[in-house]
């Protein structure tokens, strides 16, 4: 079956074309981080216009580069939540037109299942059970999933998601939009245990998490010492977050029997992350996936794999056009496959 896969949630515009029997035929990618840096973060209407003049271009760009025409297209996945609602409306629409149009059926994906999914576009894919650290701009939980469909929140953070405390750090120590990899990049340069910060809740016994404490440790400290230091604060901040998120990972491996821990979301590219993660894992025997590093921040890929899951186990009808999306939704709701 030949899925296409529309991502627009938020700040980049992805599509895809994945064959259920021979893998990711073809991805493109349009980001527009050049566009919000002027502004610090995300300008919603801005994103949605811009998603407007990207999703065709794109999918003529992957059917191209895939040999195929829309009439060779089984179905279509698209984002369906969460995210950002006027950004959402552009891939919803498009899709559930398309779909229409070629008499074949859509559905719409849950945005964090295309994330922890994502490290199943491989040769060597992980079995279920796993345990997924999904660490992205906007969550950070701990989920064990037992299917496609079937997922447990372990636990979660209870305040600023692990993405949105590297970009607010980054913002404070002068570093641009979005900040994760700049931060990263700094850290490496920087001495970790020059300053002491934080780790939240690393031993409150659960699987949740809290990043904003240790976001206004930085304040502090930036307000004490002031920016010459930022190499050593970056390193010390990156330090701390990634203990925080190694040390719960493994315990919700332990604690659930899983030996296969997947790692998904933008903060999965953060190196000194996956340095730790896989060193720490293997002790204990616990086996670390990852995405593709381009399947780590938002993707068409991830759509077009987790709308394959559900478009191949289910008899979907072709849709009306009549279509809602979800900026709010609770992964852990979703259906079974
Ligand atoms: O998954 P994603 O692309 O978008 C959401 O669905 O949120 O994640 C984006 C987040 C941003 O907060 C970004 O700063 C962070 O992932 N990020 C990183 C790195 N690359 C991206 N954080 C730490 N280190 C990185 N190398
Ligand atoms: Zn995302």
Not at 159 to 180: M, V
Request: some cysteine; aromatic content about 6%; overall charge negative.
């Amino acid at each position: 079956m030949l899925v296409l896969g529309v991502e627009s949630s938020c700040d980049e515009t992805g599509v895809a074309l994945y064959d259920s029997a021979h893998g990711l035929l073809a991805h493109a990618l349009y980001s527009q981080i050049a566009m919000h840096s002027a502004y610090g973060g995300v300008v919603p209407e801005l994103a949605s216009r811009d998603h407007i003049r990207r999703v065709l271009p794109l999918t003529r760009e992957v059917l191209a580069e895939s040999d195929r025409t829309l009439s060779d297209i089984d179905g279509i996945a698209y984002t369906e939540g969460p995210g950002l609602a006027g950004a959402l409306l552009v891939g919803a629409g498009m899709a559930r037109a398309l779909a229409y149009a070629l008499a074949i059926p859509a559905v719409g994906v849950h945005h964090l299942e295309g994330h922890m999914l994502s490290p199943l576009i491989s040769d060597t894919p992980p079995e279920f059970p796993f345990v997924a650290l999904l660490v992205s701009g906007g969550h950070t939980q701990l989920m064990l999933v037992s299917g496609v469909g079937r997922y447990t929140l372990m636990g979660e953070t209870l305040d600023d998601a692990a993405g949105e405390a590297f970009d607010k750090t980054a913002q404070l120590l002068g570093l641009g939009y979005p900040g994760g990899p700049a931060l990263s990049a700094l850290a490496a340069t920087g001495d970790p245990s020059r300053f002491s910060l934080p780790r939240p809740m690393l031993n409150s016994g659960d699987f949740d998490f809290s990043f904003s404490g240790l976001k206004t440790a930085v304040l502090t400290l930036v307000r004490k010492v002031g920016l010459d230091e930022a190499a050593d604060i970056a390193a010390a901040f990156q330090s701390a977050a990634v203990e925080v998120l190694v040390k719960k990972s493994l315990a919700a491996c332990l604690h659930s029997g899983a030996t296969r821990l997947v790692v998904a979301g933008g903060v999965g590219a953060n190196a000194h992350l996956r340095e730790r993660l896989t060193r720490d894992a293997a002790t204990r025997g616990i086996a670390v996936f990852y995405p593709r590093l381009e399947f780590c921040t938002d993707n068409g890929a991830m759509i077009a794999y987790a709308g394959a899951q559900r478009l191949v186990a289910q008899s979907s009808s072709i849709p009306d056009l009549t279509f809602a999306v979800k900026p709010r939704w609770e992964l852990a709701t979703l259906d079974a496959v």
